[in-house]
């Protein structure tokens, strides 16, 4: 069952940061909204949760999963860190995957990158802002590997762009090669997983079209949305 989540007008003024007494009128607010919808869900969402979805995207304040869904709690299982990175022994990430597979069942994981994402654009430029350089040494094994389909590209933005396509598609492939993916694959369990890029300029989803539902089918999506970015 989902919910479209109420989204108020009261925080949409990015240039306006509200106060922490006002964070919490705002929970209260929240809180009521959905109690006044139906009186029964904090009771029954207690009780157990059961999302079909596992999103792992970025960190950024920009990109909120549940809301650019319209979905409320409940319905998403979420892991996010810097630049939406899944790395073969970070078990953070694959602990949040193990629990989302094999207790949760979920039957989608969504990896979801963003056009200007801040980490990629640090890789690219080569900035240097501090121990997040080398979580983000995994983006730059990223841009090692497509060096040369991004230096076709002249004009920086749409480099950055093109990277942050290829950061999401390379963790959809790692996402797929966890052992935790192929057990459940293995065991016939249904599972498909995703690479989703989010446009912060008109808010808008794009697929990627990397989805795979078994591992063979997870190395020919890997090759059909590389070769298919654009020359
Ligand atoms: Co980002």
Redesign the pocket.
Known sequence: MFFLVHISARNFNPKIMPSLTELFNNNKEWARDLIAKDPQFFEDLAVQQRPEYLWI????SR?PAEELVGLAPGNIFVHRN???VIVHTDFNSLSVMQFAVDVLQVKHIIVC??Y?????RATLQRDRVGLVDNWLRHVDDVMQKHHSLLSRFEDDTIRLNHL?ELNVIEQVSNVCKTTVVRDAWERGQPLSIHGWIYGMRDGLLRDLHASASSSEEARLSYSKAISSLPE
Request: charged fraction near 5%; proline fraction near 0%.
């Open positions: 995207g970025c960190s950024d990109v810097v630049a939406n990158g963003h200007g994402c801040g980490g990629v942050c």
